[in-house]
């Protein structure tokens, strides 16, 4: 069992359908993170959190939404996702932003597109 | 920029050892390594920062050459477990918490 956990685990949606992603972890820690992983594939980073600000977004589509309501929550909302959205999406959290610390990963919502 | 991880996949039968490599173009701040079992989660193995130390436990540890921006990861009488895809990821400097992966070694344990 991870630390990190994200909800639902297997999430099947069409094109115009609105749905989102839930990440909660309670190790207090301030850094908070989204990936993207295609299969045989490694993980790609969507955004960073710090201090529920965020840091970083790697141009992801605006169909993409993070929001971040609380040091222990993240989430990702999806709106009129394409088919190459389908994926495997990670939610990973770590003490603080920081290249000399660990990312501890939840286990993932596997997403399909319709 | 991509790091490039080598080899892309190894089988081992349980008790060998197993070195995988990861190099960059970019001067690294720090590499971290971690083992995807399918379809679970990435699991944190080890960091290495620059001007550290090697790291490792028993029969896992890795290295970081600094003048070669790479790393190796020692893999030391295998056992089933170890089986999974082993992702190395680097940190540049000036870009707090991202990490970019490399395209992952695929390690198999058979008995």
């Known amino acids: ?114 | 920029q991509q790091p490039v991880q080598s080899p892309q996949a190894v089988i081992l039968r349980e008790g060998e050892d197993a070195v995988i490599n990861c190099s960059s173009s970019k001067a690294l701040y720090s590499v971290h390594w971690y083992r995807q079992k399918h379809g679970e989660a990435p699991v944190f193995l080890m960091i290495l920062l620059k001007g550290g130390e090697q790291k490792g436990h028993e029969k896992i540890s890795a290295s970081f050459n600094e003048k070669k921006q790479q790393s190796s990861l020692y893999l030391t009488a295998s056992q089933l477990s170890y089986s999974g895809t082993y992702f190395c990821g680097t940190g540049t400097y000036n870009q707090g918490g991202k990490l970019i992966f490399g395209q992952g070694t695929e390690l198999s344990v058979k008995p």
């Open chain 1, 1 to 114: 069992d991870t630390e990190v956990t994200q909800t639902p685990k297997h999430l099947v949606m069409g094109m115009t359908n609105k749905k989102s992603l839930k990440c909660e972890q309670h190790m207090g820690h301030r850094a908070m993170y989204w990936y993207k992983q295609k299969a045989k594939k490694p993980p790609e980073l969507m955004f960073v959190y710090s201090y529920e600000k965020l840091s970083i977004n790697e141009s992801v589509p605006s169909r993409f939404s993070p929001e971040c309501p609380n040091s222990s929550l993240l989430n990702l909302h999806l709106h009129a996702l394409q088919p190459e959205d389908s994926a495997l999406y990670l939610c990973a959290s770590s003490v603080y932003r920081g290249q000399d610390q660990p990312q501890h990963f939840g286990d993932g919502t596997r997403l399909s597109i319709l």
